[in-house]
C-alpha cells in the first residue's frame, strides 16, 4: 500500500489550482506526507495570498517564498527546511518559463535573453534545487520534475520550451547518476497537455488536447490527478528501484506513430 507517513515534502510550482504541482501536493498529502510549499515572491504578495489560500486545507507545515533565480533565496528556503523539519525526503520540481515571443514564429528568432532565461528557470533550477536539498536527504530522498513530450518531439509552438525540456530530462539522468549512491532517487513525469496557466502560454493547447483525446489510445487526456497518483508512487517506497527515469503520464499518447 503506497504510504508517505513520517515523510516530508517540498512542492514547487504551485500557481492555483490548475496547477499540475497542486495535483501533485494533493496526492502527496492524501498518501500522508507532511508537506511545504513555496510560492514566486512578487512585490504585491498576491501569489503568497492566492497560493496560500489554496493550500490551506492541506496544512503544510513550511510555506515560503522562493525565487529560484535568486541563489540566496534558495538557500534560505532550505536552511528553513533544515531548521523545521531537520531532514527532506521528497523534493518536487514543477517550474517552467517562457517568454512568450521564445513559444512563437521560427525558432532561430528567438533571443539570447529569452534562451537563457527559458534554460535557467526551467532546467538548471532542479540542479540548484537538488544541490540544497542534497545535504538534507541524509535518510534517502525522492526528487521528482515534471516535463513534456516536447522535449524529444517537434511540438508546435514549444520552441525554446522544448530545449528546456530536453536539458532537464538530461538534468534527471545526471543527477540519479551523481546521488544515487546517497539512496536519492531522481526521475521525471512526463505529463499529456493540461490545461494549465504555464499551458495556457503554448499557442494551440486546447487544439493539442483534443488532437490527444482523439488520438491516444484512451481516447482521452489525464487529470492532475493521475499526475499526482504518478507523482505519489515515485516518491514512495513502492518505487525504490527506479531512477533516472522519465514515466509517461499521457494517456498512452507517446507511443502513437499516427492516429
Known amino acids: 500500500m503506497?504510504?508517505?507517513?513520517?515523510?516530508?515534502?517540498?512542492?514547487?510550482?504551485?500557481?492555483?489550482?490548475y496547477s499540475i504541482a497542486w495535483g501533485i501536493a494533493q496526492q502527496l498529502h492524501a498518501a500522508g506526507a507532511n508537506l511545504g510549499v513555496t510560492y514566486?515572491?512578487?512585490?504585491?504578495?498576491?501569489?503568497?495570498?492566492?497560493?496560500g489560500e489554496l493550500v490551506a486545507p492541506l496544512n503544510p507545515t513550511l510555506f515560503l517564498p522562493c525565487n529560484v533565480q535568486d541563489d540566496a533565496q534558495v538557500q534560505a528556503t532550505f536552511d528553513a527546511v533544515k531548521d523545521k523539519w531537520g531532514h527532506l525526503d521528497i523534493l518536487i520540481h514543477c517550474l517552467a518559463f517562457a517568454n512568450k515571443d521564445a513559444l512563437t514564429g521560427d525558432f532561430s528568432n528567438v533571443s539570447r535573453q529569452d534562451f537563457t532565461q527559458a534554460i535557467d528557470i526551467s532546467a538548471y533550477s532542479l540542479v540548484s534545487l537538488s544541490h540544497a536539498a542534497k545535504p538534507l536527504m541524509t535518510e534517502g530522498g525522492s526528487i521528482l520534475t515534471l516535463t513534456y513530450l516536447g522535449g524529444v518531439r517537434v511540438i508546435p509552438n514549444y520552441n525554446t520550451m522544448g530545449i528546456a525540456k530536453a536539458a532537464l530530462e538530461m538534468n534527471v539522468r545526471y543527477l540519479a547518476s551523481e546521488l544515487?549512491?546517497?539512496?536519492?532517487?531522481?526521475?521525471?513525469?512526463?505529463?499529456?497537455?493540461?490545461?494549465?496557466?504555464?499551458?495556457?502560454?503554448?499557442?494551440?493547447?486546447?487544439?493539442?488536447?483534443?488532437?490527444v483525446?482523439?488520438?491516444?489510445?484512451?481516447?482521452?487526456?489525464?487529470?492532475?490527478?493521475?499526475?499526482?497518483n504518478a507523482a505519489a508512487f515515485l516518491c514512495s517506497d513502492l518505487a525504490s528501484g527506479i531512477t533516472g527515469q522519465i514515466l509517461y503520464v499521457d494517456a498512452g499518447y507517446e507511443i502513437m506513430g499516427m492516429g
Do not use: C, W, Y
Request: charged residues 20%; aromatic residues 2%; glycine residues 12%.
Open 2 to 17: 503506497l504510504n508517505l507517513s513520517g515523510k516530508n515534502a517540498l512542492v514547487t510550482g504551485i500557481a492555483n489550482n
Open 40 to 51: 514566486l515572491p512578487d512585490e504585491k504578495g498576491r501569489f503568497e495570498a492566492k497560493v
Open 180 to 211: 544515487g549512491p546517497q539512496n536519492i532517487r531522481v526521475n521525471g513525469i512526463s505529463a499529456g497537455p493540461i490545461r494549465t496557466l504555464a499551458s495556457s502560454a503554448v499557442g494551440g493547447i486546447r487544439d493539442m488536447i483534443h488532437h
Open 213 to 228: 483525446e482523439e488520438v491516444a489510445p484512451l481516447r482521452r487526456s489525464v487529470t492532475q490527478r493521475e499526475v499526482g
